[in-house]
């Protein structure tokens, strides 16, 4: 009997392969072949090789580095505020011992909200006019426009960060009870502060964790589309136009798919810069 | 590398045929593509008429909000056989989808259909469905910009209702004050803030370009016009409301916190209705035409695919739909008015909205001008409107976003 050419373990992964190559791999691919073509869904007959051009040209349109400065905005600010609420209210619930699983269904309802529907619940909540939140503040004599020109994109920082901060608060919860109990109850026996043993041990320890949810969420953060679309539009101006809201304009409206699929792929670059960078200040000693 | 981009676009369409068989018309079957607005509930209902006419034909409906269906348009159309056996167009799509070879020209069914009676439709909408020398849409509903005002505000002052834009921009600023705002404006940037200015540019003598393709929005008509727009936002409109569109606009109107609007002449009838969203306020507007007199024309069309397999059905229903004597019912019971015999009929009159409002449909229809045309109307649109938003923000001067916006168009065009 002929001995089969591939281990079993190489055998059983031909399968997954191929599926991960065909959904995977294939628009890869494809969607990198099309920026280098000026590939229009209306002139599909008429696909032109466009070499670099594409990618030559993002370097002088303006709307799209202004997208991408507002995307960055939009992903420091949003994941700061997520991680620094998220990192508190974890530590608080850390400590609570009674309805600790009914407090944790409360805080983590947004992150079960459709992005749209808080998009369109936020349109309204902040309408300045029929809004219920300018309502209350106005008899309190706080007078703010929140999707004026400059609040515009903080107004979208902070519902994001209404709806994101239970997924920080979820996974640094559960990297807070995964610490070993002994160095903290050392710590005591020497009389270090509270502060001295979160800033000495609680974070150092906690780093790792910290680090995978900034990326999660800094990664989830760039494709920021629904609150744009269900509430701006990308204005006043362009203050509130995200990467992703652009690239879907040029090709799903505009339909010029090879110039939308170049900028995919400079985000792409960028996010991995970004990431690579995260990972490298984190892990230094 | 070609068999690589055969392939690739196979695939591509692969998704879109799958669909398409999943769904597509077969012999006595339609398929239609729908908007989720109102009409859509008219047209739904009057068709069941159609189909006891016509036993061997069924119809189905595919209603769905405004931002989806032009994606669902293009799947279709991109298939070997269509989704969709009729489709509605809007007005930026129809140079697009003609000349991409999405449409089928309906030049020789309209001439084979006695009676129905092609020039019957208003001439600024009949024009829209026709791209270079063929017909490729029918018009199923207008979207032409009228000045709704409170006439009961306006009788109190004894102020007239002003015809000029520079009288306009006096009379929302007078009716300014005590809690309530001369004019509930719709600057949210992009398509709300381009529709509703544009009929500002109309009024000041300007255009997106003139009749040679020349792009003229930064001329001296066009900064005024932006001027006095920004003015009347400034000190006119409700504070706040820069994103302001269609909805937050009506809702100022319909609760008395505004005196005017720009806004589909259609939404005249809705206002008025006591079991509407006006309430308490319901039969104290009336319509009149923009000021200047050039209002924007939105419109949407019928059309046939030019893959739909089920053609000779879908024409029998959108001639049906749009012949004189059911149209007639269908502006009765709400629709908006596309025929000019319909909005003469004493009939309809009566049984409408009134004949004063039919008066001013049509004086307002037969002067109006499309919203945007050419193969990239949709981009013209954002990127005037992105500007435009600058500006109204002022995030901009007016000289400097219109010479933006003009470099934009220029731009677009050549791409």
């Given amino acids: ?285 | 590398m070609k068999s690589f981009v055969k392939g690739a676009q196979v695939l591509a369409l692969a998704t879109a045929v799958s669909i398409g068989w999943a769904s597509a018309g077969t012999a006595g079957s339609l398929n239609v593509i729908m908007e989720e607005v109102p009409d859509f509930d008219i047209v739904t209902k009057m068709t069941k008429q159609f189909e006891a006419a016509n036993p061997g034909i069924t119809v189905t409906f595919d209603a769905m909000p405004y931002d989806a269906m032009r994606d669902k348009i293009l799947t279709s159309s991109l298939a070997s056989k269509a989704t969709y056996d009729v489709i509605i167009i809007d007005n930026p799509w129809m140079d697009e989808f003609s000349r991409a070879g999405y449409l089928a020209p309906l030049d020789d069914l309209i001439k084979s259909s006695a009676g129905y009676d092609f020039n019957d439709f208003v001439g600024p909408l009949r024009e829209i469905g026709e791209v270079d020398g063929k017909i490729y849409g029918v018009p199923y509903y207008n979207y032409a910009l009228g000045l709704i005002v409170r006439q009961d505000i306006f009788d109190a002052k004894g102020i007239n209702v002003p015809t000029t834009l520079e009288g306009y921009v006096k009379t929302v600023k007078d009716l300014t004050g005590g809690g309530m705002y001369g004019a509930a404006m719709q600057p949210q940037r992009g398509y709300k803030i381009y529709e509703e200015w544009k009929n500002w540019l109309h009024a000041t003598g300007g255009d997106l370009m003139d009749a040679s393709g020349n792009v003229i929005i930064n001329n001296a008509a066009a900064v005024k016009a932006l001027e006095m727009y920004i003015d009347a936002y400034q000190t006119a409109a409700p504070k706040g409301s820069l994103n302001w569109g269609f909805d937050e606009a009506l809702q100022a109107m319909a609760t008395g916190q505004a005196a005017t609007m720009l806004s589909y002449n259609w939404m005249l009838p809705t206002l008025n209705n006591p079991n509407g969203p006006a309430g308490k306020l319901a039969g104290k507007f009336k319509l009149y035409e923009v000021p200047g007199g050039e209002a924007v024309l939105g419109a949407w069309h019928w059309g046939i695919p030019r893959n739909a397999s089920a053609k000779d059905d879908a024409w029998k229903f959108i001639s049906w739909i749009t012949s004189k004597a059911v149209d007639k019912e269908r502006v009765i019971m709400g629709g908006a008015p596309i025929r000019i015999s319909v909005i003469n009929d004493p009939e309809v009159w009566e049984k409408g909205a009134g004949k004063s409002y039919f008066n001013t449909v049509l004086g307002i229809l037969e002067d109006a001008k499309p919203l945007s045309s050419g193969d990239h109307a949709e981009e013209l649109i954002e990127i005037v409107g992105t500007e435009l938003s600058a500006a109204v923000s002022g995030q901009k001067t007016p000289h400097e976003a219109l010479d933006d916006a003009a470099k934009g168009v220029m731009a677009a065009n050549k791409k």
């Fill in chain 1, 1 to 285: 009997m002929r001995k089969p050419d591939l281990p079993l373990q190489y055998r059983l992964m031909v399968p997954l392969a191929v599926v991960l190559l065909a959904v995977m791999a294939y628009p890869l691919v494809f969607s990198a072949w099309i920026s280098l073509h000026d590939y229009r869904l209306t002139r599909l007959a008429d696909v032109q090789f466009r070499g670099w051009d594409n990618y030559l040209g993002l370097i002088e349109n303006q709307q799209f580095w202004t997208a991408i400065t507002n995307t960055m905005t939009f992903v420091v600010g949003a994941v700061s505020m997520e991680f620094v609420l998220g990192f508190a209210l974890a530590l608080l619930l850390h400590r609570v011992r009674r309805f600790q699983n009914f407090y944790r269904a409360i805080l983590l309802s947004p992150m079960f909200i459709t992005p749209i529907a808080v998009g369109l619940m936020f349109r309204f909540l902040l309408n300045i006019q029929l809004g219920v939140v300018p309502h209350y503040l106005n008899k309190i004599g706080i007078h703010v426009d929140w999707f004026g020109v400059d609040l515009a994109l903080f107004s979208l920082m902070l519902i994001d960060t209404w709806q994101w901060t239970p997924f920080m608060l979820l996974m640094l919860l559960a990297g807070l009870e995964s610490l070993p109990k002994a160095p903290f109850e050392a710590a005591r026996v020497d009389g270090a502060s509270a502060w001295l043993i979160f800033r000495r041990i609680t974070l150092p320890m906690m780093r790792p964790v910290i680090l995978v949810a900034l990326i999660i969420r800094g990664l989830d953060a760039f494709k920021v589309f629904e609150y744009v679309y269900a509430i701006t539009r990308g204005g006043p101006g362009d203050s509130t136009e995200t990467i992703l809201f652009h690239i879907y304009k040029v090709g799903f409206r505009f339909f010029r798919m090879g110039e939308a699929a170049s900028m995919a792929y400079v985000l792409i670059v960028i996010t991995l810069i970004i990431v690579t960078t995260l990972y490298w200040s984190m892990n230094r000693r």
